[in-house]
């Protein structure tokens, strides 16, 4: 990812971290950026900084051209981030809205908490994407590492590849939609049949995603709902 190929332009507004720091990117980006006229801002060189272009409140959209470090992009409201490069740890971490797109891989915990906006992975993301997701959309064009969906309360997640270990695990009300192999499902996860209204929110994030697949190769991973209240009878064996 070379951040030296942004081409000058009257519509964006380019940062260069090698020059400026990350906290007067991110002082900028969290006062009023629509007063430079709603200009697409350009972060070059992040070379791995963490929490970058966090905390956005505004309807700007923000392109960054190289890898990041932790929590890019957390708790975003109304922009759309796109990262060309790969994220680490916590990307999209507890967005509220708008959309954040990782042209590459998204380390662990990828779109944790989240209670709204969509988060679009281009490629595999690691383990625990989706950890307690609380209403936002998921869509992981490659696969996903373990426990991935693990106590998710609300939203959905579309996994285009396969899943690691535990997928859903102590699911609440999220849906889970797979293509790929699933290796195994966490406690209280089931598969279930796929319905027309499955169907066309597959299509709609796919779409939303930019990604060709058809709906009717994902399979419905969603809560039995044992889980939902304590069952001393169980002895703890669910």
């Not at 960054?64 to 990307?91: E, F, R, S």
């Not at 954040?100 to 625990?128: N, P, Q, Y």
Request: proline share 3%; glycine share 12%; hydrophobic share 40%.
């Amino acid at each position: 990812m070379d951040s030296l190929t942004i081409a000058p332009s009257t519509e964006t507004l380019t940062f260069d971290l090698s020059q400026t720091t990350l906290r007067e990117v991110n002082s900028f980006l969290h006062h009023d950026p629509l007063n430079n006229g709603g200009k697409k801002v350009a972060i070059a060189h992040p070379d791995g900084a963490h929490n970058l272009a966090v905390g956005i409140d505004a309807p700007i959209e923000v392109e960054i051209h190289g890898h990041t470090g932790y929590y890019t992009a957390g708790m975003n409201k109304q922009a759309t981030v796109t990262l060309h490069g790969n994220a680490g740890t916590g990307v999209a971490e507890n967005m509220m809205s708008g959309k954040v797109h990782v042209k590459g891989f998204a380390s662990v915990s990828a779109g944790a908490s989240a209670h709204g906006g969509l988060l679009v992975i281009d490629g595999d993301a690691g383990l625990r994407c989706g950890i307690s997701l609380k209403g936002a959309d998921i869509v992981v064009g490659g696969s996903v590492g373990s426990f991935s969906g693990f106590m998710a309360q609300a939203g959905r997640m579309v996994i285009c590849g396969n899943a690691g270990d535990a997928l859903g695990d102590s699911l609440y009300e999220a849906v889970i939609y797979v293509r790929g192999n699933i290796k195994s499902l966490g406690a209280d996860a089931q598969l279930e049949p796929m319905n027309d209204e499955d169907y066309a929110i597959v299509q709609s994030l796919l779409t939303q995603a930019g990604l060709p697949h058809n709906p009717q190769d994902f399979k419905r991973v969603a809560s039995a709902r044992q889980l939902y209240h304590w069952n001393a009878d169980v002895n703890q064996e669910y």
